[in-house]
């Protein structure tokens, strides 16, 4: 199925499914999952099964795998590195912002072939900007290929969990930089230039296949703190994503023990 197509199949749930919850919630469609504050709610459900339904109807020998399915059941990971064609979903990346009213909320998809991260899809709803990327052909943005600034400043960063910091314009740490909480927003952050890099902890593969390839793609890095290329297999903690090689080093040495 063409890039576009499904990007129209991410609009087609954010519009249908995603977008007449939003800011109509109430307090029975919010719940808390095992970790305090890591939110899901009945529009992270039903998208997650009406995109599920979508791809399966136009690619019915491959593997789907959402997040709110596998917290569900953690086995539906299990060989998925070594499917021959799969697709695994964030529903509403930035749930959190999402529940709040916030804008800064994304529909998030990647697709992989036997193990690799071949597409990438980011929807962000609320704003109509879709990024898209195949491996080997660069990302663009709503069609168009993305141009990326660049700046002579200190590496500026974010850290992606609250007790962490990041870094200001002066290249010193900071506890007010911080990410937008939803990895929709955060990885094209990097595509256009506004960060250099974002530290993750958690490395789930629904929040950063599809990013990552996006960053690659542009000429950035995505890396566990040991060096090593970020990918379905990893089991490293902490993930450090850069626009470029020299950033990522600046930023890798002030996490060291994460």
Not at 231 to 253: E, P, Y
Request: proline residues 5%; charged residues 25%.
């Amino acid at each position: 199925m063409e890039t576009d197509a499904i990007m129209d199949l991410l609009r087609r749930t954010a519009d249908e499914v995603i977008r007449p919850r939003f800011r109509a919630l109430t307090d029975a469609d919010i719940e808390e999952k095992a970790r305090p504050g890591d939110l899901v709610t009945v529009a992270d459900r039903e998208a997650e099964t009406f995109l599920t339904a979508l791809l399966q109807e136009r690619h019915p020998d491959a593997v789907v795998v959402g997040e709110e399915g596998v917290f569900l059941n953690t086995a539906t990971l299990a060989g998925l590195h070594n499917a021959d064609h799969a697709f695994i979903i964030d529903p509403i990346d930035g749930t959190g912002n999402f529940a709040r009213g916030d804008e800064r909320y994304g529909v998030m998809l990647a697709e992989t072939r036997g193990g690799i991260t071949t597409r990438g899809w980011i929807w962000q709803p609320e704003f109509d900007r879709g990024y898209a990327v195949e491996r080997g052909n660069g990302v663009e943005l709503n069609g168009s290929p993305i141009e990326r600034p660049r700046h002579n400043r200190p590496p500026l960063g974010a850290a992606g969990r609250k007790k962490l910091v990041g870094f200001d314009a002066d290249g010193q740490l900071s506890p007010a930089v911080r990410t937008q909480f939803a990895c929709a927003f955060d990885y094209p952050s990097i595509l256009h230039g506004d960060t250099d890099f974002v530290f993750y902890t958690s490395l789930n593969p629904w929040d950063h296949l599809a990013g990552s390839l996006m960053v690659v793609e542009q000429g950035g890095v995505s890396r566990t703190l040991d060096g090593m290329a970020y990918n379905l297999l990893n089991r490293s903690r902490g993930l450090l994503v850069a626009n470029d090689t020299l950033s990522w080093m600046a930023a890798q040495q002030y996490w060291p023990t994460h």
